[in-house]
Nanobody, 123 residues
Framework: QVQLVESGGGLVQAGDSLRLSCAAS????????MGWFRQAPGKEREFVAA????????YYADIVKGRFTISRNNAKNTVYLQMNSLAPEDTAVYFC????????????????WGQGTQVTVSS
């Protein structure tokens, strides 16, 4: 059984940075692509970023490109999301997810999900 556990969320001010982590267990982490999504109250879950199984390739939603960076450490079974220049519009619950396929932005393409971590950005 795959388990994904996010951490690192919190309350910050506009312009601040946060780094989210997602620790994985249950199957060979390095075989699978990983993604980050977010969901704000009353809105659908939206794609943020994805990374290939080896970490060589990354893919971002336009709205976070240039501000967020996804990375992974396969030795630690962990994927990260570095978020810089945060804005109130980034307020959401952030989820990590695992997929067989890289570069997918639809939640339906991801097989396993974490429970989410809350990020709140005040103005």
């Amino acid at each position: 059984q795959v388990q994904l556990v996010e951490s690192g969320g919190g309350l910050v001010q506009a312009g601040d940075s946060l780094r989210l982590s997602c620790a994985a267990s249950g199957r060979t982490f390095s075989r699978y692509a990983m993604g980050w999504f977010r969901q704000a109250p009353g809105k659908e879950r939206e794609f943020v970023a994805a990374i290939s199984n080896g970490g060589v390739s990354t893919y971002y939603a336009d709205i976070v490109k240039g501000r967020f960076t996804i990375s992974r450490n396969n030795a630690k079974n962990t994927v990260y999301l570095q978020m810089n220049s945060l804005a109130p519009e980034d307020t959401a619950v952030y989820f990590c997810a695992q997929s067989y396929l890289y570069g997918r932005s639809s939640p339906s393409d991801y097989n396993y999900w974490g429970q989410g971590t809350q990020v709140t950005v005040s103005s």
